[in-house]
């Protein structure tokens, strides 16, 4: 042999060139091995899973982080889906030490006799896991090289299983979904163990190309990467022929998730600013669950009764025309460029949930044709028509869909609200809106609006003349009233000699509430109205409190009617009820705040006596008959040129306070009153906070009143000791043979 190779040299360098290159291979393996980045990211695996933000019932309202992950233990996914896998991307994973030789030679043997097309790859489930976790999809060698080592590594660090289970909780599934979990939830709504044949064939594609794959963006695609991943399936047993065909005809059904902006955007982001202070920038990445006191239908309710009154209110108004243009081709052919011109009319005025943006392509005097976002062609007729016929071509509007279909022309609402419930025992929020739509205007105003409450104050001038000796039979002027300059009027414009209490406030009589300020003092009011927790700094110190001209936030006045439905007792609304770690554990339970006695039960209990008055026969009569209740109590508020609508009311197990205004104070229109704006929102949101509860009026305290006749009285201001009249001349002198006790007076001055 070594003549052969002294007389024939060129055989020796072929003998020697393998070893030459299986000894540099070794030594730059060696080499990169010694660089290799720790695996503690695997080993010690820690995915990120966004923040999460919950209903009490369970119902997701939030999420927030760069990643939709639901990290799903390996026993608990489904043994067919992962069988599946790994028939498509890994057939023998479970024999080999991370590199598939005979993939990689059959790949190498491909890429050198194809001439074009992509290079072809044999990556293991363990090197794509390295590359997912460790590098980039780059295809160049040095990183293959790394990549290789790299599964090597990892196979001798974690068992198969432990492989398997990362792999699939950490690929990247397109969308944002992080793992299978997400991608399930995410394009169909389901838990992993409710996914069909189809359905699975299509998650088990989208790892070969999860952008270019992506369902809710390339149907087609992603239907014919399903129907390979359908016959490899077959091929190796693990569904029938008649799987696969009826898995191809099955349509594609990829699951939209409802927009929840609006539903709870603002308590989610007050959950998110609440749990960022608590724990920083891993509250983003640790898979924290936080369960809120929201109840998802009453909340929802409130929210779409809000969107409706601003809608209906937005309909009063003229049309402002469109809300901007932009340049269409005059074809609609996608090749002249429509595609793209509508893409950037969409992206610059996005759908506000159910109020979608639309552009006017063309029309006539009998019908409009536009289109949505989604590509869908919509036709406006009648009304809805007359003011699209001065625009052109390219007009940005907005469109609503009515029943059957049919689809009218609308705007954006300038106007804001808020609403908010609370369960009064507890101080638990149960619904929280905090505006119109959260991507339209972040401002929280159901916390953060100080606005005029207006009559809706009143009711804390009652309380307080109630603790003075007054009853619902009290009389009061109902007479004109001016002072110097200031000269308020009633609304309704009617003036009467007197009223008693409960026909004041009942019919919201501005006089009545001007001398019951006047008699007590502003002082006295404002430090009064400080005990239902109401800012006593921001209300002002004069006789226009009576008209509620000082400034309280929604949840302040939820909290401050709960205490007449709560025996007095003032409770602080709070909204975070517990969070867990992405393991389960509890990291907080929320203690909530103790009650504070704001006024006397008995001063409670005969301040709602005048409230169900209001809410029976007064100006919140609606409440009572639209919901067929006899147990509401509540209180309207409409400020000074109806810049301000208010409704504030109670049942014994819920309070709950709707405000409606312009964010830059001005009129929502001269017939707009807190009655019929407000009071809709706050019934309709009612209706389902107390749905299949029984009438449950409130009930007296055991002491400190007696009830004469129909009426009750404080036992020390009983009968003849009460406060008869203010504001009125003293009556008629008794006969002289009348032994009666002279009626308790209060002096205007």
């Not at 392509?361 to 007359?386: H, P, Y």
Request: aromatic share 8%; proline share 7%.
């Amino acid at each position: 042999m070594l003549k052969l190779l002294v007389r024939r040299p060129w055989l020796g360098a072929i003998v020697a060139l393998p070893l030459v290159l299986l000894l540099l291979s070794a030594i730059v393996a060696a080499l990169v091995w010694v660089q290799l980045p720790d695996l503690d990211t695997l080993t010690d695996y820690q995915p990120h899973q966004p923040l999460r933000v919950m209903s009490a019932d369970g119902q997701l309202l939030g999420e927030f982080g760069a990643e939709r992950r639901r990290f799903v233990p390996l026993k608990d996914i489904p043994k067919p889906m992962q069988d599946a896998l790994l028939a498509v991307e890994d057939a023998d994973f479970y024999a080999h030490s991370g590199l598939d030789f005979g993939g990689i030679a059959r790949a190498m043997w491909r890429n050198v006799t194809t001439v074009r097309g992509p290079l072809h790859g044999a990556s293991t489930i363990t090197q794509q896991l390295a590359r997912d976790t460790f590098l980039t999809k780059e295809q160049r060698w040095s990183r293959k090289v790394v990549e290789a080592l790299l599964a090597v590594k990892i196979e001798r660090a974690l068992t198969k299983a432990q492989i398997l289970e990362i792999y699939m909780n950490q690929i990247y599934l397109g969308n944002r979904a992080y793992g299978f979990a997400a991608a399930a939830e995410r394009y169909f709504g389901k838990t992993l163990d409710k996914l069909d044949t189809a359905e699975t064939a299509l998650l088990i594609g989208l790892p070969k190309d999860p952008n270019r794959l992506n369902p809710a963006v390339y149907p087609e695609r992603a239907k014919r990467r399903q129907a390979v991943v359908l016959e490899r399936l077959a091929a190796v047993d693990l569904i029938t022929p008649e799987q696969v065909k009826a898995a191809r005809e099955q349509p594609l059904d990829i699951h939209r998730p409802k927009r929840t902006a609006g539903v709870a955007d603002h308590a989610a982001e007050q959950v998110r600013q609440e749990m960022l202070t608590r724990f920083g920038e891993a509250a983003y990445t640790r898979g924290l669950t936080v369960t809120t006191t929201l109840l998802y239908a009453e909340q929802s309710a409130a929210q779409e009764a809000l969107r409706h009154a601003l809608f209906e209110l937005e309909r009063r108004q003229p049309f402002r025309g469109p809300e901007a243009m932009v340049d269409l081709p005059e074809s609609d052919a996608k090749s002249d460029g429509l595609d793209d011109a509508l893409d950037a009319a969409f992206d610059a005025h996005p759908d506000l949930g159910e109020l979608r943006t639309a552009v006017l392509l063309e029309q006539d005097k009998g019908a409009a044709k536009l289109v949505l976002a989604d590509g869908e062609r919509i036709t406006l007729k009648g009304a809805s028509l007359r003011p699209l016929q001065s625009l052109k071509r390219g007009a940005v509007v907005r469109v609503l869909e009515g029943k059957g279909n049919q689809w009218q022309l609308s705007q954006t609402p300038q106007a804001e609200g808020a609403v908010v419930t609370m369960d009064p025992a507890t101080g638990a929020i149960r619904s929280l809106v905090g505006g119109f739509d959260f991507t339209r205007n972040q401002f929280n105003s159901a916390t953060q609006a100080y606005r005029q409450p207006g009559s809706a104050f009143k009711p804390f001038v009652y309380s307080a003349l109630i603790e003075q000796g007054a009853w619902a039979g009290t009389l009061v002027s109902d007479q004109p009233f001016v002072q110097g300059d200031w000269a308020p009027r009633n609304y309704d414009g009617q003036y009467e000699e007197a009223l008693t209490l409960r026909q004041g406030l009942a019919r919201s009589k501005n006089m009545v509430t001007i001398r019951l300020v006047q008699t007590l003092g502003p002082q006295r009011v404002r430090a009064w109205a400080a005990r239902f927790g109401l800012d006593e700094e921001r209300q002002p110190l004069n006789l226009t409190l009576a008209l509620g001209t000082g400034a309280v936030t929604p949840l302040q006045m939820a909290q401050a009617y709960g205490a007449f439905a709560n025996e007095g007792q003032l409770r602080t609304g709070w909204l975070v009820q517990r969070v867990k770690d992405a393991q389960g554990e509890t990291l907080f339970e929320a203690d909530p705040p103790p009650p504070r006695q704001a006024v006397s039960a008995r001063n409670a209990f005969m301040t709602a006596q005048l409230l169900a008055a209001v809410a029976r026969e007064g100006t919140g009569a609606r409440a009572s008959t639209t919901l067929g209740r006899w147990d509401l109590y509540g209180k309207t508020g409409t400020t000074n040129d109806a810049v301000d609508a208010w409704f504030c009311g109670f049942q014994a197990s819920r309070v709950g306070a709707v405000w409606i205004g312009y964010p830059q104070p001005k009129s929502l229109g001269e017939r707009e009153t807190g009655g019929g704006l407000a009071l809709p929102v706050w019934a309709a949101t009612m209706a389902v906070a107390l749905k299949g509860q029984p009438n449950n009026q409130l009930a007296p305290p055991g002491d400190g009143l007696v009830k004469m006749g129909e009426d009750w009285f404080y036992t020390e201001f009983s009968g003849d000791l009460a406060i008869a009249r203010i504001g009125l001349p003293p009556p008629p002198p008794p006969e002289p043979a009348s032994e009666a006790a002279s009626e308790p007076q209060f002096p205007l001055n």
